[in-house]
T-cell receptor
Framework: KAGVTQTPRYLIKTRGQQVTLSCSPI?????VSWYQQTPGQGLQFLFE???????NKGNFPGRFSGRQFSNSRSEMNVSTLELGDSALYLC??????????????FGPGTRLLVL | DQQVKQNSPSLSVQEGRISILNCDYT??????FLWYKKYPAEGPTFLIS?????DKNEDGRFTVFLNKSAKHLSLHIVPSQPGDSAVYFC?????????????FGTGTLLAVQP
């Protein structure tokens, strides 16, 4: 079974631009979560989606948004990019939401560099 | 406020010996704990997990121990192999809500020396 895929793998943008990252979960997985990894803050939860609805959101500004499609694929968008948004953005999928011992499986990430 | 802490940024172990990675948490409201392994520029790879109702879970060379009274969990790797060299993250899931959200520790870099 194919794993979580993320596109693009690398991205360079300039301040003020916006960016859209894509995530395709493992087949049959309906829950998708996004995380940001930076050297200073580590791995931090951005938001999670299930059945096309955002179920939880982390402590990030409104510039960070996302959505999930009917096939469970998800996108996240960052508007008005800042230098501090440079990070590895990770997508994780799981079969359902909050199940007993439900495990998240991560994709390879998208490395975003903001200049 | 770091709810999940890995106080050792790095650990060096000889091949064949035991690696013990530690993790402490400050919030009792976690129901599920996981360990992930991560190589640079890749996503975390799931290793092993443990429910809060258990105190031990084993999978091959990997064993996770949970001490709820001490709010402490540890990952034992026996025997350690050079391919185990990576950053290891512990993660915890808050209970009670409809969420898969994970709170991660800061990671421990394990170096297994041949």
């Amino acid at each position: 079974k194919a794993g979580v895929t993320q596109t693009p793998r690398y991205l360079i943008k300039t301040r003020g631009q916006q960016v859209t990252l894509s995530c395709s979960p493992i087949s049959g997985h309906r829950s998708v979560s996004w995380y940001q990894q930076t050297p200073g803050q580590g791995l931090q939860f951005l938001f999670e989606y299930f059945s096309e609805t955002q179920r939880n959101k982390g402590n990030f500004p409104g510039r960070f948004s996302g959505r999930q499609f009917s096939n469970s694929r998800s996108e996240m968008n960052v508007s008005t990019l800042e230098l501090g948004d440079s990070a590895l953005y990770l997508c994780a999928s799981s079969t359902r939401l909050a199940g007993y011992q439900e495990t998240q499986y991560f994709g390879p990430g998208t490395r975003l560099l903001v200049l | 406020d770091q709810q999940v802490k890995q106080n050792s940024p790095s650990l060096s172990v000889q091949e064949g010996r035991i690696s013990i990675l530690n993790c402490d948490y400050t919030n009792s409201m976690f129901d599920y704990f996981l360990w992930y392994k991560k190589y640079p520029a890749e996503g975390p790879t799931f290793l092993i997990s443990i429910s809060s109702i258990k105190d031990k879970n084993e999978d091959g060379r990997f064993t996770v121990f949970l001490n709820k009274s001490a709010k402490h969990l540890s990952l034992h790797i026996v025997p350690s192999q050079p391919g185990d060299s990576a950053v290891y993250f512990c993660a915890a899931r808050p209970w009670g809500g409809a969420t898969n959200k994970l709170i991660f520790g800061t990671g421990t870099l394990l170096a297994v020396q041949p």
